[in-house]
């Protein structure tokens, strides 16, 4: 899969880029990745980007023309289909696991770094196909809801993690929290592992973890029980966990 990057700040993904997984993914291939300057494709001398808002106002605007033609340089004979152009603003649909999945299916994705106090308005209606915000909160520019995106984008490429199963059960993928998890040693500072999890009784642990994950799902963000994917056993089980929060 390739990303290409568009930014006035090339130097912010650097060191995001070259460590962990996305190294690796690099390395293996798996994934490629261009950023692009933005300013390459000013008209003029000072390789201006922005502009002062038509009708007043404070902040500046990204100008049309640099972005377009960094789009059209990069993306030159390709089926949009395949590889949609992205803007990264805080106007944007929120980025979720399902919009991660689906932008994973792709051959080839364009994010543009939105800055200043935005872009021209024709660039959102003209130019991109999409537009994803990765939470209600504003940031300095789209670098690093970019860099949020290509990581949660790459590590479910096939071949990125070492072990497939573990993007499957993720946190969200069933639309639910994750189960917790332990490691050695079984006791720490008086803290200890629960006793189902040191046997072998993979059906009871399988039951653990589900009644762990709907439990902390439960506590913690209850608005993803309405939308997951939940059996009869399931809302059983939350019936049960409902009864004993009012109980304890
Ligand atoms: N640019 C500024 N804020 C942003 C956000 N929340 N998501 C994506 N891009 C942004």
């Known amino acids: 899969m390739k990303f290409n990057i568009l930014t006035i700040f090339p130097e912010m993904f650097r060191g995001p880029f070259d ?20 300013r390459d494709y000013a008209g003029d001398k000072h390789r201006t980007v922005d502009d002062y808002p038509f009708g007043g106002g404070s902040g500046m605007i990204m100008k049309c023309e640099p972005v377009f033609l960094a789009v059209e340089a990069v993306l030159a004979g390709r089926d949009r289909s395949e590889a949609p152009v992205i803007l990264l603003s805080p106007q944007g649909r929120v980025f979720d696991q399902k ?7 792709k051959k080839e994705l364009t994010l543009i770094c939105g800055h200043y106090k935005g872009v021209d308005e024709r660039i959102r209606d003209h130019l991109v196909d999409d537009e994803i915000s990765i939470g209600d909160y504003v940031l300095t520019g789209g670098e690093l809801a970019a860099m949020v995106v290509v990581d949660a984008v790459t590590r479910l490429l096939p071949g990125v993690l070492g072990d497939l199963a573990s993007a499957e059960t993720d946190s969200f993928s069933d639309g639910l929290i994750e189960c917790g998890h ?7 500072r008086g803290h200890e592992v629960p006793e189902v999890l040191l046997g072998g009784d993979h059906g009871a642990i399988r039951e653990w973890r589900r009644r762990d994950s709907l439990r ?33």
């Open 19 to 38: 460590a962990s997984m996305l190294k690796a993914a690099r390395d293996a291939g798996v994934v490629e990745v261009s950023v692009i300057d933005i």
């Open 99 to 105: 919009i991660a999945l689906d932008l994973a299916g």
């Open 182 to 188: 332990y490691t050695r040693p079984r006791s720490f």
């Open 216 to 248: 902390k799902t439960a506590e913690r963000r209850p608005d993803l029980l309405e939308t997951a994917d939940l059996g009869p056993e399931d809302k059983r089980i939350l019936e049960e966990i409902e009864k004993n929060r009012h109980i304890s």
